[in-house]
T-cell receptor, first 112, second 113 residues
């Protein structure tokens, strides 16, 4: 089945630093989604991408849909303590009825 | 408008016991699904449903049963719990169709002793 490789697995950064994480796939996706999970909660959608090359921002977060349709990245600028959590990428294949495929997550820790 | 509601929040079972994790949604979403989350494994799909009366297996379906008698509810049943099923379980829903966003419940933490 389809698999997503998400990296890095974990990051420890200083408050104020910028963060970058990415996902790659062996197959083409039509949709890329980025989620954040706070401790003890379910994942919450941050950004949705629908077109190759699309660059979308949500506050300090910016995500891009790779032009090959096989990758996506998420950047967080000027990190703050509440950015701590697990970030997941997810992709949906060319058929709209296939379930989302999730990466294994990037655990972000922010040191104040 | 509660969104996706999961119950219970926490559960401890003994090996061999059965139980049902409940998931209810009030968003009239056709698609509902169950994931389990384990350290280092990310979110793995157990079962999903594209509408009432229709269910299908995901990546890790063994040991779990589901049914979808209504649009609103999608219970997950463990018929004979095993320690390997200790995990955090998430229910998620979305509108059917390409590019629709998935909405998650707050999770059920299950421990099987």
């Amino acid at each position: 089945g389809q698999q997503l490789n998400q990296s890095p697995q974990s990051m420890f950064i200083q408050e104020g630093e910028d963060v970058s994480m990415n996902c790659t796939s062996s197959s083409i996706f039509n949709t890329w989604l980025w989620y954040k999970q706070d401790p003890g909660e379910g994942p919450v959608l941050l950004i949705a991408l629908y077109k190759a090359g699309e660059l979308t921002s949500n506050g300090r977060l910016t995500a891009q849909f790779g032009i090959t349709r096989k990758d996506s990245f998420l950047n967080i600028s000027a990190s703050i303590p509440s950015d701590v959590g697990i970030y997941f990428c997810a992709g949906q294949g060319v058929s709209g009825n296939t379930p989302l495929v999730f990466g294994k997550g990037t655990r972000l820790s922010v040191i104040a | 408008n509660a969104g996706v509601t999961q119950t219970p929040k926490f559960q401890v079972l003994k090996t061999g016991q059965s139980m049902t994790l409940q998931c209810a949604q009030d968003m009239n979403h056709e698609y509902m699904s169950w994931y389990r989350q384990d350290p280092g494994m990310g979110l793995r799909l157990i079962h999903y449903s594209v509408g009432a009366g229709i269910t299908d297996q995901g990546e890790v379906p063994n040991g779990y049963n589901v049914s979808r008698s209504t649009t609103e509810d999608f219970p997950l049943r463990l018929l004979s719990a095993a320690p390997s099923q200790t995990s955090v379980y998430f229910c998620a829903t979305q509108r059917q169709g390409a590019g629709e966003k998935l909405f998650f419940g707050s999770g059920t933490q299950l421990s099987v002793l």
